[in-house]
């Protein structure tokens, strides 16, 4: 469930940096130099706080834009310290849906109620996706063997 900027992120943030630069170019003008030393402090201040948002989005999970704009109130320092405070909102289960590449977590716990079955030799239960109940030898790791009886399963005699 990757979240990436949508447009209206872009030409909403467009909008605000041109609304707040117009207002910085209404204050006082004192000198070509001084300008064009404003101009290049306010664009270096706009690529940290737009560096927040892109973190933000990527690899905290969080909104691109929203803590862009955070970045631009708050400074970009401020808003890292509080990126990093309030961390990825992800939690240990939408990690594995990550990991697993499964959307949904009603698709894990399908896929691990597939899993379930009872071994025909003692009748121990165990899970073919997350091997519990099952064991396999270090060096032969495809093998899957009961924990109960210690025989090995036969995974294609399993489905019916
Ligand atoms: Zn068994």
């Given amino acids: 469930m990757s979240k990436s900027p949508k447009w209206q992120s872009y030409v909403f943030l467009i909008t605000f940096i041109v609304i707040l630069a117009s207002q910085i170019s209404r204050l006082a ?3 070509a130099q001084e300008t064009l ?15 927040v948002g892109l973190a933000a989005g990527r690899t905290f999970h969080r909104s691109f ?6 970045a631009l109130f708050f400074t970009p320092f401020t808003a890292v310290i509080f990126l990093v405070v ?6 240990a289960y939408d990690q594995v849906c990550k990991d697993r590449d499964v959307e ?3 698709a ?43 025989r090995e399963i036969d995974v294609d005699a399993l489905d019916e």
């Fill in 29 to 31: 003008w004192p000198s």
């Fill in 86 to 91: 309030a961390g990825s909102p992800l939690t």
């Fill in 108 to 150: 894990i716990a399908d896929e691990e109620y597939q899993g379930e079955h009872v071994c025909p030799l003692c009748g121990n239960s165990f899970n073919l996706v997350t091997h519990r109940g099952l064991h396999s030898p270090d060096d032969e790791p495809w093998r899957l063997i009961c924990e109960q009886c210690d």
């Fill in 37 to 51: 030393t404003r101009v290049f402090l306010v664009s270096i201040y706009f690529a940290l706080c737009l560096l």
């Fill in 65 to 70: 834009a929203g803590w862009t704009v955070l």
């Fill in 104 to 106: 949904t977590k009603a």
